[in-house]
């Protein structure tokens, strides 16, 4: 049986990760001056970072020479080539996004919700390289999942240069958002989602996270992660149970992520920060006097 023909300069693809609206994928392309450029469509929102290498790219918003720390940017329904004239190979991390998502980020950082890109590419900025890194290092879903929506925000405004437009947040908004807050409380030490915390507040995703920033002046993933550490430093200087133990109750998926998070916080590591606390006599009777 004859297998079917693979364009030589047609990427190799892997999910990275993906939730509800988006998707997360490394597409590693190995071609070269002497392959035929590589022609595809944009089935949805497009923002590909380049981390490896260079190629051109020929879309309905025009041309670019992409390079490593551009974004390539696409549409939703255009025809796009991909091309090495002068190199070979290149690596890049796509985000793709339903385009109703999108639609709703750009109606608040763009002014419009019908927000096209009028350009092929977005240079290496200082401003979209925070957002771009945090999209590639996270590791919890909520995380990534602000890291999504923050690095779509950051696109849309540079390119279009509209002012942010965010309603104040209502008493109804602060009634929902108050639910939320009692539930992550509740729920601290398991996994939490964007799309569950949005739907205990019946609202759409993209909504919600900007209500909550409003509301708490953080994300719902660094309230979480305080409201974790908070509660694990107070479980070190009460109780003679295993750091591993505390921080596995506590909601983090393993202890170096632990070690990581509770050392930036408080300066010093769990062992030290127990050290130093249970060192004071009475400091195990700190909870029944609190």
Not at 203 to 213: A, D, G, N, T
Request: hydrophobic share 40%; charged share 25%; aromatic share 8%.
């Amino acid at each position: 049986m004859t297998k079917p023909m693979i364009h030589p300069a047609q990427p190799a693809g892997r999910m990275i990760a993906q939730g509800r609206g988006w998707r997360l994928s490394e597409f590693v392309c190995r071609a070269g001056p002497g392959d035929r450029p590589f022609e595809e469509r944009h089935d949805t929102v497009a923002i590909a970072a380049v981390l490896d290498g260079s190629f051109h790219y020929a879309a309905d918003s025009g041309k670019a020479l992409l390079h490593p720390g551009a974004l390539m940017l696409g549409n939703p329904g255009s025809c796009y080539q991909c091309g090495h004239d002068h190199s070979t190979g290149d690596r890049c991390a796509a985000l793709h996004l339903a385009p109703e998502m999108f639609a709703e980020i750009a109606a608040s950082s763009g002014g419009s919700a019908r927000f096209r890109f009028a350009s092929a590419m977005l240079p290496a900025l200082p401003d979209v390289t925070r957002p771009l890194v945090e999209l590639l290092a996270a590791r919890e879903d909520v995380r990534r999942e602000e890291a999504v929506i923050a690095l779509a925000e950051k696109v849309v405004s540079l390119l279009s240069g509209a002012a942010s437009s965010v309603a104040a947040p209502n008493a109804r908004d602060h009634r929902r958002i108050d639910r939320v807050l009692r539930h992550i409380e509740a729920h601290a030490g398991e996994a939490l989602d964007l799309d569950a915390l949005a739907g205990i507040a019946c609202m759409s995703k993209y909504h919600f996270l900007r209500c909550f920033r409003r509301i708490t002046g953080v994300t719902p993933y660094d309230f979480l992660l305080r409201l974790r550490l908070r509660r694990a430093a107070l479980k070190l200087s009460e109780t003679p149970a295993p750091v591993s133990a505390i921080a596995y109750d506590s909601g983090f998926g393993d202890l170096s992520t632990f070690n990581h998070r509770f050392r930036g916080t408080f300066g010093e590591s769990p062992s030290r920060f127990r050290a130093r606390f249970r060192a004071f006599p009475g400091a195990s009777d700190r909870r029944a006097a609190g």
